[in-house]
């Protein structure tokens, strides 16, 4: 829930943020970016680490992580300050969500899993429709550093609420090591990747180093593969790719979240830039979609 409603109200908040920050198209995309970057390779770490240290321990702590980073975000005085602050986000989120479905499949029967993760993408879609919504509301009423504020109680109870009633079922794997070489290889593809796509739309003058970050994320993704097909205790076990079904799922995920993203944020941009709605007006706009998701995942 805290998840859909983040992602989708600082969106709908990208224009008022930027007018109210002096901020220009590149530092506020990196507003987005930045939470996303955090997330997708704390993915992969905290996946690994919480395998190795217990699930409940890592969800707590992303928890109080999250919250501080919210608060923090709402304070921010410049763009700059605010892309560091949702780095800060960024890295509880992505204890949470590497958590939420593991949590799940610890707690659910293997005949209910299904059904257990279409609830969770319910509860996603009804935390976006929320954050589209209450977003646009309290930009309209509060200003746009509420968006940030309002995740503080919810992060303060969620906190004291898993310490007091979440327990591990799950046995920590104590005995493997973390990858780290792994994990330096992939977050340097990844950082080379971003900044290669964002300088190569700037300027053409920046063409040559956005080529040169390019080659650089290629090589190092490359030197990625080589280091998890070779190591021990991999960060990421690739023979799960091998699993036509799993990688059939994660394909989908990809191409699902390319055109979403790119959709959602240029969408939001356009109406209210370019078309004038205020973030009230144009969150309204995206809730068919994000309706139709939380109708057909339980059905699906």
């Known amino acids: 829930l805290m998840s859909g409603v983040n992602m989708r109200i600082v969106t709908i908040g990208l224009p008022t943020i930027a007018t109210a920050l002096n901020a220009d198209l590149e530092t506020v995309l990196w507003v987005t970016q930045a939470y996303q970057f955090v997330v997708t390779v704390g993915l992969l770490v905290v996946g690994r680490i ?136 992939f977050t340097v593809a990844l950082t080379a990747l971003l900044l290669s796509a964002t300088l190569g739309t700037i300027d053409p003058s920046y063409f040559p180093l956005a080529a040169v970050l390019g080659t650089m994320s290629a090589i ?27 990688a059939a799922g994660n394909i989908s995920l990809l191409l699902m979240a390319l055109s979403m993203g790119a959709v959602t944020l240029i969408a939001s941009l356009y109406l209210q830039v370019v078309r004038g709605y205020d973030p009230l007006q144009a969150g309204l706009m995206f809730i068919p979609m994000e ?10």
């Open 50 to 185: 919480t395998d190795m240290f217990g699930r409940v321990k890592i969800y707590n702590l992303g928890f109080a992580i999250f919250t501080v980073g919210s608060l923090l975000s709402g304070l921010s005085q410049n763009g700059e300050q605010l892309i560091l602050f949702r780095v800060v986000q960024g890295a509880g989120a992505a204890m949470l969500v590497a958590n939420s479905i593991a949590l799940i499949t610890d707690a659910t029967p293997l005949t209910q899993l299904g059904f257990a993760i279409g609830i969770n993408q319910i509860v996603f879609r009804v935390g976006s429709v929320v954050g589209l919504t209450l977003g646009g509301a309290l930009i309209e009423l509060a200003g746009w550093r509420s968006i940030f504020y309002m995740n503080v109680p919810v992060g303060i109870f969620g906190t004291l609420w898993a310490y007091i009633r979440l327990r591990d079922v799950s046995h920590p794997l104590t005995h493997e090591k973390f990858d780290l070489w792994g994990f330096l290889s």
């Open 220 to 246: 190092s993704f490359g030197l990625f593969l080589l280091r998890e097909r070779r190591a021990a205790d991999p960060i990421l076990d690739l023979r799960l790719f091998s699993d036509r079904l799993f």
């Open 291 to 300: 309706a139709t998701f939380a109708t057909v995942g339980p059905l699906s």
